[in-house]
């Protein structure tokens, strides 16, 4: 099992910045994707962004330009630098860590974290 705690959420004005981490049990192994969701009220779970373990990145449109995905793999943890927010970026947003054992992927989810961008 993986546990993943995130940090970093909380409320900031639009055009501020916010960093959130998600770290994943330092004794785990073969973690593969690393990524971030985000659910709005009313809305469907998206991805935000992802990172392989070589480091290529993927973003959602909306994000591209303001949001930097980045991982530390000697500690399992993943990073979402989030700048220039909107209050359409409000949303709980979770991490996602994909780990490969024997080639089988095991999917793990953070608990979420409350991003809200005023106005």
């Known amino acids: 099992q993986v546990q993943l705690v995130e940090s970093g959420g909380g409320l900031v004005q639009a055009g501020g910045s916010l960093r959130l981490s998600c770290a994943a049990s330092r004794s785990a192994f073969g973690i593969d994707v690393m990524a971030w969701y985000r659910q709005a009220p009313g809305n469907q779970r998206e991805l935000v962004a992802d990172i392989s373990t070589d480091g290529s990145t993927n973003y959602a449109d909306s994000v591209k330009g303001r949001f930097i995905i980045s991982r530390d793999n000697a500690k399992n943890t993943v990073y979402l630098q989030m700048n220039s927010l909107k209050p359409e970026d409000t949303a709980v947003y979770s991490c996602?860590?994909?780990?490969?054992?024997?080639?089988?992927?095991?999917?793990?989810w953070g608990q979420g974290t409350q991003v809200t961008v005023s106005s």
């Open positions: 996602k860590v994909i780990r490969r054992v024997l080639g089988l992927p095991y999917v793990y």
